[in-house]
């Protein structure tokens, strides 16, 4: 497994970066377990939780599987600000997860009527009190990291290392403004999501039922993304097929490819979905192949996490500032 700089902070961690939302959802503690030292035997150190992730159950499991070896991963959690401030989430989260600091702490989305110099400030008390080495955000506009981190640099506090955020062939909006600002101002970035939550893991064929053990049956956007993209997906399965690889390894090829992503957060509700994870960080694209998916995928999702239709509306803009 390849080792990458998580932008300014200079630290290196697993291209990898293994995602465990479906851990106490779609996996029982037992499959947590085996995705979990699978992964890290393979040179996986990366993880990436949230207080949120089945109401920090998931956050629970970790720390009971993470308690004789929590030194050898870089952990990273979130806080969902609003329900309660920051400083109180990371003491739940840092006694779910049975350790004294995170590597990393990211807000895990931006909130109308949050206060940007406030955060900044809490997250910075929480690097000073030795809670976290480093903070982060997920889900952010481009204009508000900078706007964050400009706050942070005036009052000399710590400032966001980097943003996690949607990206995959079928949801590319981040393309337009946040990949460009992360690669100029060496934000660490990490895709979260990049199979689409499974439609590119070649799972689900077009114009076929999905299968019903799969997350389809819970989420109406893989139903929707499989209708509105079958012409692409068809086409991207049958590439797969011609060069000899997976899509679960095309797909992931793909992201891996744009210079601007540090790593890719992976899920996995299988030991078995997990190994072709591993497999697949074994390939890389050609030139000749990134155009073609470029080409395959060319209009594809806004950015529907934060919404785009939200963030094109000023007065959700205006509502994350505080004057
Ligand atoms: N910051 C944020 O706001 C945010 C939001 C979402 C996620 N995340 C993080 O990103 C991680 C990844 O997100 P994600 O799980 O939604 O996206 P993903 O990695 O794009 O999709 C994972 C899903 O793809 C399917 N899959 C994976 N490998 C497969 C294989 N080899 N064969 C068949 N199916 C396969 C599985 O679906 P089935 O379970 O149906 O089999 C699996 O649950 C999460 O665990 C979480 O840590 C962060």
Partial sequence: MKRV????????????CLGTQMYGDRCDEAESDRILSTAMDAGVDF???????????????????LKRRRDKVFLLSKVRIGRIGVLESIEQSLRRLQTDHLDL??????????????????????????KTRYVGCSNYPAWLVSHSNCIAEREGWAQLVCNQ???SLIERGVEVEILPQSYAENIATMAYRPLAMG????????????????????????????????????????????????????????VRACPAITSPVVGASSLQ??????????????????TQLNEIFAATEPWE??????????????GLVKR
């Fill in 5 to 16: 700089t998580l932008g300014s902070t200079g630290e290196t961690v697993s291209e990898m």
């Fill in 47 to 65: 993880i990436d939780t949230a207080a949120l992730y089945v109401d920090g159950r998931t956050e629970e499991i970790l720390g009971r599987l």
């Fill in 105 to 130: 702490y990211l807000i895990h989305a931006p909130m109308p009527g949050m206060d940007p110099h406030q955060i900044m400030h809490d997250l910075n008390r929480l690097v000073r009190e030795g």
């Fill in 165 to 167: 955020i949607p990206y």
């Fill in 199 to 254: 439609v590119l893991s070649g799972k689900y064929v077009p114009s076929q039922q999905p299968p019903q053990d799969s997350r389809a049956v819970a989420d109406a956007r893989i139903p929707r993304w499989l209708n509105r993209y079958s012409t692409q997906i068809s086409a991207f399965l049958k590439m797969a097929d011609t060069v000899g690889v997976t899509p679960v390894a095309l797909a992931l090829g793909w």
């Fill in 273 to 290: 979905q997990l190994e072709s994870h591993l497999k697949a960080f074994e390939f890389s694209l050609t030139h000749e192949q990134y």
């Fill in 305 to 318: 996490e934060v919404s785009v239709a939200d963030f094109r509306d000023w007065r959700r803009n205006l």
